[in-house]
């Protein structure tokens, strides 16, 4: 799912999954739908794309990697884990202070079904409250 940036000072959010792929069509159309603004300002196999959150904000740069990517920190981070396939699949990553699942069903389980537009922005939306929550709980 969609990762996002949430304008707090001293904490900056990135994403990495257990392996590289490319984003689903149907994630960049959730998340259109849901007022986000996406521009692919790469076209390969794995598409790189500029996500804009905010007319004002500079976008936040988008595309699939492995949480040890160089585009990623190497340590001094503390990291979510939002699948249930990838908190089994990762009980060690190197670099992290912390690891916390909070964790989500893939709604990858729709694809191909009449509901996998409802799942997914279901699914969007549950993940953006729980993250909105546990931001809020970041004291400045």
């Given at each position: 799912?969609?990762?996002?940036?949430?304008?707090?000072?001293?904490?900056?959010?990135?994403?990495?999954?257990?392996?590289?792929?490319?984003?689903?069509?149907?994630?960049?159309?959730?998340?259109?739908?849901?007022?986000?603004?996406?521009?692919?300002?790469?076209?390969?196999?794995?598409?790189?794309?500029?996500?804009?959150?905010?007319?004002?904000?500079l976008p936040v740069i988008g595309?699939?990697?492995?949480?040890?990517?160089?585009?990623?920190?190497?340590?001094?981070?503390?990291?979510?884990?939002?699948?249930?396939?990838?908190?089994?699949?990762?009980?060690?990553?190197?670099?992290?202070?912390?690891?916390?699942?909070?964790?989500?069903?893939?709604?990858?389980?729709?694809?191909?079904?009449?509901?996998?537009?409802?799942?997914?922005?279901?699914?969007?939306?549950?993940?953006?409250?729980?993250?909105?929550?546990?931001?809020?709980?970041?004291?400045?």
């Amino acid at each position: 799912m969609a990762s996002a940036y949430f304008n707090i000072p001293n904490v900056h959010c990135y994403s990495g999954g257990t392996e590289e792929t490319a984003l689903f069509p149907k994630v960049a159309e959730t998340l259109t739908n849901q007022g986000f603004h996406i521009f692919k300002i790469a076209e390969t196999d794995n598409p790189v794309y500029a996500i804009k959150y905010s007319d004002n904000a500079l976008p936040v740069i988008g595309f699939s990697k492995k949480y040890d990517s160089p585009f990623n920190p190497a340590s001094a981070f503390v990291a979510i884990m939002t699948c249930s396939q990838a908190d089994g699949g990762c009980p060690f990553i190197a670099g992290a202070e912390k690891r916390i699942p909070i964790t989500f069903e893939d709604p990858k389980i729709s694809d191909g079904s009449p509901e996998q537009a409802q799942v997914y922005a279901e699914r969007s939306l549950q993940i953006a409250q729980e993250m909105f929550y546990v931001f809020s709980m970041i004291k400045s």
